[in-house]
């Protein structure tokens, strides 16, 4: 049977002009994921959000929320709770007045409501200050406060972390995960800083220029970054036989030439020694490990923008 995704798009294309903003990206969040999509500036995250959270319209291609297709998504948008772009706060208002304005828009009057929109964000303590007087950090946890108000299934944030100080990225990472782990609320979460996602996101989407290079799980992407062996050989079948025979499980098959190969990282010597007593022939072996950065920009076309 085939796997019911929360929220799916296929082959979603976004034009403006001649431009492709999007195309033909196809993405799947399941229910309880923390997705991250990352891409950097103008790789097309927005443009995703601002489609699936019903603001603008795919040029082609769909996607389908709760089950539902986008032409019945409105039935499902207060599922849903998005913030894009700067969040939209009264800056003469207290966190308490803005949130009362949105649940009072939205129909929410259950007793306590707001305290407990508060507590959830970590910002009960914040009394008569106004919003203008909020750190960017506190500004982002009133958004995401705002974007809770109805209790949605899905959360949808873009870029809730871009210039945050370290302090203010610990609060609302450990906000997001707290949604996540005692409301069970899925999030998707755009950000062009892997290294900063990957602190707690669960699945990923890389997007560079439009188009969606991969998705991976949180073990796929530790796993491409880890500290590691190359070996490129004549033969890998061969190899590998010899390998375990020198009592290495922890390896991978690349592709027809290439093993990385995770224990044993000092024993490049050895493993050369031994695959060439067996007429193997190493077309290389190297020591190899990327940061989460560097694997990022190497998917995305090195440096350069
Ligand atoms: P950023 O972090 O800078 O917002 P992003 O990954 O969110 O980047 P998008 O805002 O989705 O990128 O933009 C993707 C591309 O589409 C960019 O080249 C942008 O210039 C273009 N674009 C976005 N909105 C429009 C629009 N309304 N009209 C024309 N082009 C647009």
Redesign the pocket.
């Known amino acids: 049977m085939e796997k019911e995704w929360l929220l799916e798009t296929s082959q979603m294309t976004?034009q403006?002009?001649r431009?492709k903003?999007?195309d033909q990206v196809s993405l799947h969040v399941a229910q309880g994921d923390i997705y991250g999509l990352i891409?950097?500036?103008?790789?097309?995250?927005?443009?995703?959000?601002?489609i699936i959270s019903g603001l603008a319209q795919a040029t082609q291609g769909d996607y389908r929320i709760f089950g539902k297709d986008s032409r019945q998504a409105a039935l499902e948008r207060s599922r849903v709770g998005a913030l894009i772009?700067e969040p939209g706060l009264y800056p003469d208002m207290t966190a308490r007045q803005n949130l009362k304005v949105k649940c009072l828009a939205m129909g929410m009057r259950r007793e306590g409501y707001i305290e407990e929109l508060l507590q959830t964000v970590g910002l009960a303590d914040t009394g008569n200050k106004k919003a203008r007087n909020f750190s960017l950090g506190m500004r982002q946890r009133l958004g995401i406060a705002l974007a809770l108000v109805g209790d949605p299934d899905l959360l949808i944030l873009?870029?809730p972390i871009?210039g945050l100080d370290p302090q203010g990225f610990v609060e609302v990472r450990e906000t997001l995960t707290k949604l996540n782990k005692e409301k069970h609320i899925t999030i998707v979460i755009?950000s062009?800083i892997l290294d900063e996602l990957s602190k707690f996101a669960t699945h990923y989407g890389i997007?560079h220029n439009?188009t969606l290079l991969e998705e991976l799980t949180r073990e796929e992407l530790l796993s491409k970054c880890c500290e590691r062996i190359e070996l490129k050989t004549s033969d890998t079948g061969r190899a590998c036989t010899v390998i375990e025979a020198m009592g290495i499980r922890n390896y991978q098959v690349k592709d027809e030439y290439t093993i990385h190969i995770f224990e044993r990282l000092d024993d490049s010597g050895d493993i050369t020694m031994a695959l060439s007593k067996e007429g193997i022939k190493v077309l290389g072996i190297a020591l190899k490990s990327e940061s989460l950065e560097e694997y990022f920009l190497n998917l995305t076309g090195g440096g350069k923008e």
């Open positions: 976004k403006y002009g431009h903003a999007l891409g950097r500036n103008g790789a097309g995250k927005t443009t995703i959000l601002r772009e873009d870029e871009n755009s062009h997007i439009g």
